[in-house]
């Protein structure tokens, strides 16, 4: 697991939704080599020097007052990628041993970045990426949750020197954003066969766990944002950047008798403060920090058949209010003399959300969520519906931190290179009405290289061990995490289009005694194609 934020992405962060949830719940964000494959095929490297991996406003900030000057031709980038998880565990009982599935994940992406780009001249382009995600896991001792996204997004940008103004030390940048994303829930038996149970295959459907629960769920985010950035002096830039993004969640459960319903508009305002640049002939770094926070309501209606003549089951009003607000700072420094690179980096994170369930209290309020629920027991019949949750108060605060350090060596002759790393990271959640924990941590050590094995083919390799504890409070938790990684970069002689492919596997084992033999294994494939102009 890594704690690496801020890769220059299409999609407002501070906005994700459910699909971002998943994905950090299932270790696939943040993504710090989303725009890299050749450094995943390199070990997972995330200091070593690349294509996509300067420490400049763009690269390293993601603040799009740097996309002119990242570089200097305009590019088509095109990128497909695919990354699955799997675990398994013994069933305890009697011979033959059997095997139980407990967690099945699959994510597909396809994604494009391109810029027009001219020496002095306005720089303008699109970021877009449609991504789906089918993530089963158990939902009780027979029956399998199947959570299927699907995601598209689209990004434009305008990048120029700032109007009006007789310096040419102002840059500035307007971005505009849109994604939609959908959600299914669906519930399925275990595929049974002789050997074990298993997710995700064909079986017999199995209805909601109730009617008022939503299963599916859309959500629209659109957003904009203007950023200015400054040559302090010819060798650092600073920037500053403000963006607004609106969430329009609507999730609902409808069944062949009722409907179950719940929208929520969610503003967000995202802060950034980047500063980048080179001190001497040796020394670059760069800092990066974000701050957004979100207020929003949420509410619902339901109805439900009472069956002929009868008075449905309704209501409707306010649910909740929610809160969220958050912090990231990423710092990174690179030290360059000759062929040797030594690199170090700093990350620090921290989110809070507020749930707060909703209460009338002055005549004329709309009526609340937990007041129907209370309602519903004293209606006729009604002991034959199985009620969602109660609305509870929570506060959930998630801090984190990332400390990396490696160098890297390129060889003689332009033959190639080889890196090493050390990662180290630690995250403390506190849930109010649960109390201090989980407080997962871990360490890797990443190591791998690549060689020119002509003029137009590079080969790559590299290999990582380390060592994650999912609750450092607790004992009997953690696991050895080792990766291989190989790809390939491939540009004809005489021609400007290349191709780089990355390819990680990851084996998964408890460090502790494991009756029940858990076992996991994580796959991802990159590949970038590029065709500069």
């Known amino acids: 697991m890594t704690m690496c934020l801020g890769v220059p992405s299409g999609a407002f962060p501070a906005a994700a939704q459910q699909y971002e949830a998943s994905l950090r719940s299932l270790d696939y964000s943040p993504d710090p080599l989303a725009r890299s494959p050749r450094l995943l095929g390199m070990g997972r490297l995330t200091l070593a020097d690349d294509l996509h991996n300067h420490i400049n406003l763009w690269d390293f900030a993601g603040n799009p007052t740097g996309i002119a000057e990242a570089e200097s031709l305009t590019t088509f980038e095109y990128r497909p990628g695919t990354r699955s998880s799997t675990a398994l565990r013994d069933l305890s009982g009697a011979p033959p041993p059997r095997e139980r599935q407990q ?255 909703w209460y009338p209290v002055n005549d004329g309020d709309l009526p609340g969520f937990n007041n129907f629920v209370d309602q519903v027991g004293f209606r006729g019949g009604a002991d034959t519906l199985l009620l969602p949750a109660r609305v509870q108060f929570s506060r959930v605060e998630e801090r984190g931190y990332q400390i990396v350090g490696g160098g890297s060596w390129r060889l003689p002759g332009r033959r190639g290179s080889l890196g090493a790393e050390v990662h180290r990271w630690r995250r403390r959640i506190d849930q109010r009405s649960v109390g201090a924990g989980p407080e997962p941590t871990g360490w890797d050590v990443r190591a791998g290289g690549e060689y020119r094995c002509s003029a137009a083919f590079l080969a790559r390799a590299g290999w990582s061990y380390g060592l994650s504890d999912r609750d450092d409070l607790t004992a009997d938790n953690t696991y050895r995490h080792t990766t291989a990684t190989t790809g390939f970069g491939y540009q004809p002689v005489g021609s400007r289009w290349s191709v780089d492919l990355g390819y990680a596997f990851e084996w998964v084992n408890p460090d502790f005694p494991d009756p029940v033999r858990s076992r996991e294994t994580r796959q991802r494939l990159a590949l970038q194609t590029r065709w500069p102009f």
Request: glycine residues 12%.
């Open 103 to 357: 967690l099945a994940a699959r994510q597909m992406r396809h994604g494009i970045e391109t810029w027009k780009r001219a020496p002095g001249e306005t720089a303008y382009g699109l970021l877009g990426e449609v991504a789906t995600l089918q993530w089963d896991r158990p939902f009780s001792g027979a029956v399998e949750q199947r959570g299927k996204f699907t995601v598209p997004a689209l990004t434009g940008v305008v990048n120029g020197r700032l109007p009006w103004v007789p310096s040419t030390r102002f840059d500035y940048a307007l971005r505009v954003a849109y994604s939609r994303e959908s959600y299914d829930d669906l519930y399925f038996d275990f595929f049974q066969l002789p050997q074990g149970e298993y997710l995700g295959k064909p079986s017999a459907v199995v209805p909601p766990p109730d009617v008022f629960t939503p299963n599916h769920a859309e959500v629209s985010n659109l957003g904009g944002g203007v950023a200015i950035s400054m040559r302090v002096t010819p060798g650092i830039r600073a920037a500053i950047g403000y963006d607004r993004a609106r969430a329009l969640v609507r999730s609902k459960n409808e069944g062949l008798r009722s409907t179950s319903r719940t929208d929520e508009r969610r503003p967000f305002d995202i802060g950034q403060a980047s500063v980048v640049g080179r001190v001497g002939e040796h020394l670059e770094f760069g800092a990066d920090g974000r701050a957004w926070r979100s207020e929003s309501e949420e509410f619902f209606f339901w109805s439900v058949s009472a069956g002929p003549t009868q008075e449905p089951l309704a209501g409707e009003g306010k649910r909740l209010d929610r809160k969220e607000e958050g912090t990231s700072l990423r710092t990174r420094a690179r030290w360059v003399d000759g062929p040797f690179e030594l690199g170090a980096g700093f990350s620090t994170s921290f989110r809070r959300g507020i749930v707060t369930p």
